[in-house]
């Protein structure tokens, strides 16, 4: 794994520990969320939804489309590719079904739109 990466993952992994927290989900598609952006590194031509989980405890995962999977290799982290829109749910259901709270970019009712990303 990228040591950028890594940094985020154990201060993270830290603050959830603290927190009661299960893990980090980071969302992007086209670029709307700096923040994933800064996690993962500048990243071209990504066409398709793709998240990045950090667990409280764990390595992260990525979900990206089979269309983008050649994008994320050089991150050394461990991928899950979806086709199907079925799929990537799927697999987000299997990475947060048994955790008690995720994390996520969020304001309630947008009133922060620089920081809600969902």
Not at 8 to 20: P, T
Not at 95 to 103: D, P, Q, Y
Request: charged content about 20%; overall charge positive; some cysteine.
């Amino acid at each position: 794994m990228n040591p950028s990466i890594k940094k985020v993952v154990e201060q993270a992994g830290q603050f959830m520990s603290d927190n009661g927290i299960g893990g980090w989900l980071l969302y992007d598609y086209k670029g709307m969320n700096p923040i994933f952006w800064d996690t993962v590194g500048y990243i071209s031509n990504v066409t398709r939804p793709c998240w990045l989980w950090i667990p409280v405890h764990g390595d992260p995962r990525l979900i990206v489309s089979y269309v983008d999977q050649n994008r994320f290799e050089h991150l050394g982290i461990k991928t899950d590719f979806w086709v199907s829109r079925n799929q990537m749910i799927d697999a987000l259901t299997g990475l947060i079904s048994k955790v008690g709270s995720v994390a996520m970019e969020y304001s309630p009712k947008g009133i922060l739109p620089r920081v809600s990303k969902v």
